[in-house]
């Protein structure tokens, strides 16, 4: 799903233990992956990478994503699952990128600001609950889009993520994919 033409250094934001790297990484050999995290989950991603013989392929950094420096020179920049749209993240990571980098983001965006993506009903009715006096506003794709514009971000593209069962938690993926 995710094109990897031309992809050489790929940096996995919030990418937790490298569990979608570890994937693209097998799909090519060429490529190298940096994981940001937090050090425990760094920690753990290491061991995984050790035992999965890839090691030499992945690294991980512990840092802020808003805050701390982060490694620069990428072809591709992934949010997966991550669910930080603000347009501060959305600079930092053009800037990370190479002259014809992209970003490629998954996650599960709602379908206008006023409802949730269905998988995430139950969350959004509980966050209700617990929060009555506050509106909620879901995130949308075209929100997504106007806060990577104002980054410098073009070229957009969205793809519905095929799913291979119906179960509920594993619907509604969204790519958003932008060049810098």
Same mark, same amino acid.
């Given at each position: 799903?995710?094109?990897?033409?031309?992809?050489?250094?790929?940096?996995?934001?919030?990418?937790?233990?490298?569990?979608?790297?570890?994937?693209?990484?097998?799909?090519?050999?060429?490529?190298?992956?940096?994981?940001?995290?937090?050090?425990?989950?760094?920690?753990?991603?290491?061991?995984?990478?050790?035992?999965?013989?890839?090691?030499?392929?992945?690294?991980?950094?512990?840092?802020?994503?808003?805050?701390?420096?982060?490694?620069?020179?990428?072809?591709?920049?992934?949010?997966?699952?991550?669910?930080?749209?603000?347009?501060?993240?959305?600079?930092?990571?053009?800037?990370?990128?190479?002259?014809?980098? =992209? #970003?490629?983001?998954?996650?599960?965006?709602?379908? %206008?600001? +006023? *409802?949730? !993506?269905?998988?995430?009903?139950?969350?959004?009715?509980?966050?209700?609950?617990?929060?009555?006096?506050?509106?909620?506003?879901?995130?949308?794709?075209?929100?997504?889009?106007? =806060? #990577?514009?104002?980054?410098?971000?073009?070229?957009? %593209?969205? +793809? *519905?993520? !095929?799913?291979?069962?119906?179960?509920?938690?594993?619907?509604?993926?969204?790519?958003?994919?932008?060049?810098?």
């Amino acid at each position: 799903m995710v094109d990897l033409e031309g992809v050489k250094r790929l940096l996995d934001l919030g990418g937790g233990s490298g569990v979608v790297s570890f994937a693209l990484l097998r799909r090519r050999h060429e490529l190298t992956s940096v994981v940001v995290d937090v050090e425990t989950v760094c920690q753990v991603g290491r061991e995984i990478a050790l035992e999965n013989r890839l090691e030499k392929r992945i690294t991980y950094l512990a840092a802020d994503l808003l805050r701390d420096d982060l490694p620069t020179g990428f072809d591709m920049v992934m949010l997966c699952d991550v669910g930080s749209f603000s347009e501060i993240l959305f600079r930092r990571i053009h800037d990370v990128l190479n002259l014809k980098g =992209r #970003l490629v983001i998954v996650d599960k965006f709602a379908p %206008s600001k +006023t *409802s949730a !993506p269905p998988s995430r009903l139950a969350s959004a009715f509980l966050t209700s609950l617990e929060y009555p006096a506050q509106s909620i506003d879901f995130t949308t794709t075209e929100v997504v889009q106007a =806060r #990577l514009q104002q980054a410098g971000f073009r070229d957009f %593209s969205i +793809t *519905s993520v !095929p799913h291979k069962d119906n179960l509920p938690w594993n619907i509604d993926w969204i790519l958003l994919e932008a060049r810098k």
